[in-house]
């Protein structure tokens, strides 16, 4: 039987240290960029991160333009790729937090140009990642975009951000341990294709947070390069896999379901965690360790932490499963009514009665 094409998309440059922003002209000259370059960025980061950048890259003989994005809209999105197909540069840059680099990755691969991130927080594993996850798309998920060809991550802007957007990347990672057990159930029953090393590579980047929680800690550069790499090695595994399977199952479809309901949800990576502890459980794996591992690094683990209200816990397990139907997890086969769903959040300490 002839076998169905795969496509893998993975960075070729990945540079993380202190000040390493220093030296993006010379990664963009390694990859055959030596004239133009486009920067997303917001209105913060381009004071922290984006101006640095762009000055770097002046300095270095390159022309520049620079786009502020303050929304994630569609006009923002059409005034991006507008502003692209005019000035046609050979790379753009998403510098910043998840939005603007999903915005600068979204834009660049609808223009077929190869796209570098730089991100200013470690919150979650968009920085690496192939997808995009925009609003606008009317879908709280993420969509296939296209992998970073290179990642520059500065260490010392990172370690300078909110902790909390450090302890909610934990979350975000630790959440594949039980995405990849929904993908593995998704193959054996509904014939998905599943790739074992890209599942793996995911898993590695969870366990790695496990082994080394003690040292995810504000301040410690330590702890922070741990989990930048466990991020990145989550980004190359969906760049590997095709899509985000191995990094978003059932407690991602909870996330976004508590997104749903809310206004204001939690941080990503927040959500996501707890929801890896409810699904965890629902799986029939050691979700006490998981627990214990945002606790450690001091991530949410109960609705009071995420400051949501008990009983919309139970209601975001519900709606879960209706986020996407055609992504098969533990809650299609579990089919929970609202009397187990309560049950578990209770069992597992996200709710207290
Ligand atoms: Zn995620």
């Known amino acids: 039987m002839p076998m169905k094409h795969h496509r893998m998309q993975l960075p070729r440059e990945i540079l ?129 975009a296209q992998s970073p060809i290179a990642i520059i991550v500065d260490t010392e802007v990172i370690i300078n951000s909110p902790y909390r957007l450090i302890a909610s990347g934990c979350g975000d990672v630790l959440a594949k341990f039980t995405a990849v057990r929904d993908w593995r159930l998704a193959h054996s029953i509904k014939n998905e294709y599943y790739g074992d090393y890209a599942a793996n590579l995911a898993e590695l980047g969870a366990r790695h947070i496990v082994k080394n929680a003690k040292s995810i800690k504000p301040n410690n550069k330590e702890g922070l390069r741990i989990l930048l790499e466990a991020l990145i090695s989550c980004g190359v595994s969906m760049g590997i896999a095709g899509s985000s399977r191995p990094c978003s199952g059932s407690e991602h479809l909870f996330s976004h379901a508590l997104k749903k309901l809310r206004k204001t949800p939690p941080l990503h990576g927040e959500s996501c965690g707890v929801g890896t502890i409810l699904m965890a459980y629902l799986h029939g794996i050691d979700w006490k360790k998981i627990r214990e591992t945002l606790r450690e690094v001091g991530a949410p683990t109960t609705a009071e932490d995420l400051g949501i209200d008990p009983e919309v816990i139970v209601e975001a397990i519900l709606l879960a499963k209706d986020i996407r139907p055609e992504r098969f997890t533990i809650l299609n086969l579990k089919r929970l009514d609202y009397r187990e769903a309560r049950r578990i959040a209770i069992e597992t300490g996200v709710i207290e009665h």
């Open 16 to 144: 993380i240290g202190d000040n390493v922003t220093d030296l993006t002209a010379e990664v963009c000259r390694r990859l055959g960029f030596k004239d133009s370059a486009f920067l997303v960025t917001g209105e913060k980061t381009f004071e922290i991160l984006g101006k640095k950048i762009r000055d770097h890259l002046q300095d270095a003989g390159f022309e520049t333009k620079c786009h502020i994005a303050r929304l994630t809209t569609a006009d923002e999105v059409k005034s991006i790729e507008a502003e692209i197909s005019e000035f046609m540069p050979e790379v753009v840059f998403g510098v910043g937090g998840g939005s603007k680099i999903d915005l600068a990755k979204f834009s660049s691969a609808e223009l077929h140009i190869p796209f570098i991130s730089v991100p200013s927080s470690a919150s979650h594993d968009g920085i690496a990642s192939p997808v995009a996850s925009l609003d606008f798309l009317g879908k709280p998920y993420s969509v296939m």
